[in-house]
């Protein structure tokens, strides 16, 4: 996440030089592309920790540091 991104609130993740952003809320892909088997533990992580991600992004656009969240 980043202060200055755009809505809708979201993450990006990076692996073996992929790249893609989550929507938070839908936990939908929002552009990138990453592959299969790594997009679906990605996802299993990000549903695990929506509510920590929807407080981070809240916190962070209020110009807050948002806590840390376990991998």
């Known amino acids: 996440m980043f202060p200055r991104d755009h809505n809708p609130p979201h993450f990006h993740a990076y692996y073996s030089g992929y790249e893609v952003w989550i929507d938070v809320a839908t936990l939908q892909v929002g552009g990138g592309y990453f592959p299969s088997s ?3 533990v990605l ?3 990000a549903r695990i920790h929506q509510v920590e ?3 981070a992004w809240d ?3 209020a110009g807050g540091i948002p806590d840390k969240i376990t991998p």
């Open 38 to 40: 790594q997009l679906h």
């Open 43 to 45: 996802l299993d992580w």
């Open 53 to 55: 991600l929807e407080v």
């Open 59 to 61: 916190t962070i656009h």
